[in-house]
């Protein structure tokens, strides 16, 4: 019997095609085979759903995260493995948050996209789409994981950022390795992979989006951090702070950081670097940091830090203790232990 794959699709670049008029509309997914004949010929079964709005990927939500998780809890059993067709915009932050919504994951789940419409001759799609539903098909070896494939790299999900907004090598996983070689022949890499579940997967779709990113430069003042430490409901910061998490060490500034912890929003320290980690305490512009309670992330992703924190005050909605100590753990292997 042939592996089955199913693939949901929420939109983004790849899923437009041009009409006569040379205009980029969305396509309906019965027309795939249409605009990869290729998938004609392969040796798997493929069905497909969408969500119930297909969108540009700025557009998209936590809610969605729910109905795309949803649609993998229900359909779990029917199906190998699972495509998600997504724009490359948030990718990085839908692969996050699926990654930990889907607790005890045994089967891939691959995003993918691309940066030029299906339906243009020169466009990456073709070929992502048919990597995508090749790993998640194939026999050669399980990945319990959430990946993104993107031109020949097959990414562990809640490592990628989305670096290049033109070349059609989008993403890059700086500071984990890629889970697979792709040329001629797909090598999989098993021995980076999370391991596999003992228990059955479990699906937690609750986000509490009462958090911020508040990003660091030379000369941001009073102002801008106290607006966002004093958000009304602020229940959790990220903040991108220097090189080895390193931050202004002057006494407003931390004074202002001190109070927020005090009245229980919680602070992550993650770098704004692209690669490496927080170390706090290497310098003495992180001591103060962590003697008033920041949380160290280690070399955790943006990406992945803002979608964790949401996911763990969303799971763990009177346990903040509990939230801090799980932040600076490697839930999905979103952080290097
Ligand atoms: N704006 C698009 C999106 O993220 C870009 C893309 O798909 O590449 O939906």
């Not at 109905?67 to 190998?80: K, L, M, Q, T, V």
């Not at 607006?227 to 991108?240: C, F, T």
């Amino acid at each position: 019997m042939n592996n089955k794959v199913l693939i949901i699709y929420t939109g983004g670049t790849i899923g437009m095609v041009q009409d006569e008029n040379g205009s980029l509309h969305p396509f309906a997914l019965d027309r795939i085979y249409d605009a990869v004949p290729q998938l004609k010929s392969c040796s798997y079964d493929i069905d497909s759903v969408t969500l119930d709005e297909i969108i540009d990927s700025s557009n998209m939500t936590p809610a969605m995260w729910g109905e795309i998780a949803g649609i993998i809890e229900r359909e779990y059993n029917r199906y190998d493995g699972f495509v998600v067709l997504h724009g490359t915009d948030t990718m990085a932050y839908t692969a996050s948050a699926l990654s930990f919504m889907l607790k005890n994951l045994s089967k891939p789940v691959v995003l993918t996209g691309s940066q030029l419409p299906l339906g243009m001759l020169r466009s990456d799609g073709r070929e992502n789409i048919i990597c995508a539903l090749e790993i998640a098909s194939t026999r050669l070896a399980t990945i319990p994981e959430v990946c993104i494939f993107f031109e020949s790299h097959l990414y562990r999900g809640n490592r990628c950022t989305k670096m290049n907004a033109e070349n059609f090598d989008a993403f890059e996983s700086y500071n984990y390795p890629s889970l697979a070689k792709v040329g001629i022949n797909i090598t999989f890499k098993e021995h980076l992979f999370l391991p596999m579940p003992t228990q059955p997967l479990m699906v937690r779709t609750q986000f509490d989006t009462r958090v911020a990113v508040l990003k660091l430069f030379p000369g941001i003042g009073p102002e801008v951090v106290n607006a966002v430490l004093h958000a009304p409901g602020l229940q959790g910061v990220v903040i991108e702070t220097y090189g080895s998490g390193n931050a202004p060490t002057g006494q407003w500034f931390i004074s202002a950081l001190d109070e927020a912890i005090h009245r229980g929003v919680i602070v992550m320290n993650v770098t704004q670097c692209k690669a490496g980690a927080v170390k706090m305490r290497q310098y003495a512009a992180s001591c103060d940091l962590d003697r008033i309670g920041v949380v160290g992330a280690g070399d955790i992703t943006i990406e992945a830090a803002i979608t964790k924190m949401m996911y763990l005050l969303g799971i763990y909605p009177n346990d903040k203790e509990h939230v801090k100590q799980r932040l600076s753990d490697s839930l999905r292997g979103e952080i290097s232990e």
